[in-house]
């Protein structure tokens, strides 16, 4: 029988032997590897996992909120049948909530680069300045998709099982789907101006303020317009702010009785949203284009 | 094949600031140390090999390839170490490292099997799995440097790795670099604005001042070894370079050191079958026996490489006022 503290005399075991640097001439995957490595990177970092429990926190404590809303909500439904609350709606109630997770995940994604220095280590490598730059914007979308989505499926999985027959189900993911659209919808429009104002700021804390603020900054301005003497400047006010612009999206698309007046000017809602994100994604471009150059 | 060569390298920064001018170099393989004060231009030209600036004027070719054009082709196979702070405190440097040897597009497996065996490369062992921000300055410049070796690069590209560390951390990372350049085979560029640093590693040096080319040469040419012995002992070094004097050696006095020209064989003394350098030994040592001093260190003297820009040494050496304007713009 051998043991362990049995000497082995013929050949030396356990000893580790220093077999020197060795070359590697093993594949280099290309920039499709490159980009989806980067994007489970950034969407891991988004929720603050395989990092500290401090880096957890604040992510995991918005998608507890959201969780807890979306539970009660259903919970709600199970016991009084009454829908209180609309799947489209769902967002829209939420909203402060994704503008705070875009306000702790952006800076996340982008300042935290810039200020640990880690974005010319990046650049020194074969990944093209664009792909970074929309890796991080497609990792906070998804993010704040998956934040929202999710509970937004257990609602309606929650509903399905409560209605009677299956045309109700149907009806139910009638809803649901285009609800789900209008989540995706949200979670662009925020996460583009979100980025855009963390690639622009080094610090975490400070760019997070900095995302709140751009939010809440021309608030005042709909609030004015939308008391204006002047139908038409009413029915436009809300474009003058990104949270907003995709309500009037919603009550063009999904809502049938819209909380915004936005008259017959939904189409242009839904331009105005689509020049809001090209133009972001533009300028985050443009600003990736020069970073970390010097 | 040549390492990197560039042809009236130029770089301004706006109108104002001339980073490189009208810079032609050629740097074969090995380890070449790229000399200058602060501002100098090192790391703008570092920045260019790797295709992250653009020249404003001339044409650089690395690994024979253009970066302006082959961008992605040269930093695929080149390696960088940045000067300043490039790591996210709150990552294991296993799991940095990792990331960044993906981020060079090795497959997962891989990347994470070269990150261990590369960061033990480096002297990282159990601590690879702590985060990073509790690490001391040396081992950031052990993580930084594993980071630009993990891919394994055909250049590494070292921008003063030996910022910040103490004399022992600095022997380490000279050592490691070396080490690199020999026993692994990598071609290396270091950048450095002491010169008594890397005329130690170095196969060749090129020494840059206010963006241009001061001298390019192979380091063998450089520090032949020169028929001088130099002394050190702890104390009695007056008495000792009386003794000598008195032996016929025309000393010289270079701080602690005592300089000793090997004799002239066709000297008197010079015994036969017994070489210049031999007599010379003996007269040192039978002169230091006798007065019982503690000896520290005698051995045959290279060239210093200062000596080699000797035509105004205190460039070099010294901080340079017309360099310093850069600082800002780099």
């Known amino acids: 029988m051998t043991t362990l503290d049995a000497p082995q005399t013929d050949r030396p075991a356990g000893v580790i032997h220093d077999i020197g640097y060795q070359r590697y001439d093993g594949p ?28 957890k926190i604040f992510p ?17 439904r199970a016991q009084t049948g009454e829908v ?15 503008i705070f997770f875009c306000a702790i995940v952006g800076p996340e994604l982008a300042s935290r680069d810039l200020h640990s220095g880690v974005l010319p280590l990046y650049f020194a490598r074969p990944l093209h300045r664009a792909d970074y730059a929309l890796v991080k914007l497609a990792a906070l979308v998804s993010a704040t998709f998956l934040m929202l989505a999710v509970p937004l499926t257990v609602m309606f999985a929650g509903a399905a099982f409560m209605v009677d027959g299956i045309g109700a189900v ?17 979670a662009i429009v925020y996460s583009v101006l979100a980025l855009l104002v963390a690639s622009l700021v080094r610090r975490r804390a400070v760019a997070a303020g900095a995302i709140v603020g751009a939010f809440l900054l021309t608030s005042p301005v709909v609030a004015v317009l939308s008391v204006m003497p002047h139908e038409a400047a009413n029915q436009l006010a809300g474009l003058a702010s990104p949270v907003t612009l995709v309500g009037g999206i919603g009550d063009w698309t999904v809502e049938e009785v819209g909380d915004l007046d936005i008259g017959p000017y939904g189409p242009l809602y839904g331009l105005v949203a689509v020049g809001f994100v090209v133009a972001g994604i533009l300028l985050l471009l443009a600003r990736y284009r020069k970073v970390a150059a010097r | 094949m040549t390492l990197i060569a560039t042809q009236s390298l130029t770089k301004t920064y706006g109108n104002r600031v001339t980073a490189l001018s009208d810079l032609t170099v050629t740097v074969e393989p090995g380890i070449v140390g790229l000399v200058g004060a602060n501002g100098a231009g090192k790391s703008t030209f570092i920045k260019i090999m790797l295709g992250l600036l653009e020249p404003t004027g001339g044409q650089a070719r690395v690994l024979g390839l253009d970066p302006t054009v082959d961008g992605h082709q040269v930093r695929a196979r080149v390696g960088y170490m940045p000067e300043h702070d490039c ?61 630009a070796l993990v891919h394994d690069p055909d250049l590494l590209l070292l921008d003063e790795p030996t910022n910040g560390l103490d004399p022992a951390g600095r022997d380490a990372m000279l050592a490691l670099i070396e ?33 241009k080319l001061l001298r390019s040469a192979q380091l063998s040419d450089m520090t032949a070894v020169t028929e001088v ?32 020209p090997v004799l002239d064989p066709d000297s008197a003394g010079v015994g036969a079958g017994d070489t210049a350098l031999d007599k010379t030994y003996d007269l040192i040592l039978t ?22 820009f000797a035509t105004d040494p205190a460039r070099v050496s010294g901080p340079v006022a017309a360099g310093t304007a850069l600082e800002g713009a780099r």
């Open chain 1, 28 to 55: 280099r995957l290309g920039r499709r590897y490159l980009v989806g490595s980067l994007y489970l990177h950034s969407l891991r970092t988004a929720f603050g996992l395989g990092r500290t429990i401090k880096a």
């Open chain 1, 60 to 76: 995991w404590l918005i998608v507890g909120v959201v969780g807890v809303v979306a539970a009660v909500l259903t919970a709600v």
């Open chain 1, 84 to 98: 209180a609350l609309s799947y489209a709606e769902f967002p829209e109630v939420l909203s402060i909530l994704i």
């Open chain 1, 170 to 186: 149907w009806d139910e993911l009638g809803d649901f789907l285009p609800a789900l659209g209008y989540v995706a919808v949200h």
């Open chain 2, 87 to 147: 790591l996210p405190p709150d990552l294991s440097a296993a799991e940095f490292v990792t990331h960044m040897a993906r981020m060079s597009g090795l497959p997962k497996t891989t990347a994470r099997e070269r990150a261990s065996e590369t960061l033990r490369h480096v002297g990282l062992y159990e601590e690879r799995y702590r985060q990073v921000g509790g690490y001391s300055t040396g081992m950031k410049q052990r993580v930084k440097l594993a980071q």
């Open chain 2, 179 to 211: 080490r690199i350049g020999t026993e692994f085979g990598i071609s290396v560029l270091v950048c450095s604005h002491l010169l008594g640093e890397v005329e130690r590693i170095c196969d060749a040096l090129v020494a840059i001042e206010g963006g």
């Open chain 2, 229 to 260: 012995l130099s002394v050190e002992v702890s104390e009695g070094t007056d008495e000792l370079a009386a003794r000598l004097a008195a032996a016929g050696l025309p000393v010289r006095r270079d701080n602690r050191l005592l300089l000793v």
């Open chain 2, 287 to 308: 002169a230091v026996a006798e007065l019982d001093l503690p000896l520290h260190r005698l051995d045959q003297r290279r060239h210093r490489v200062v000596e080699l």
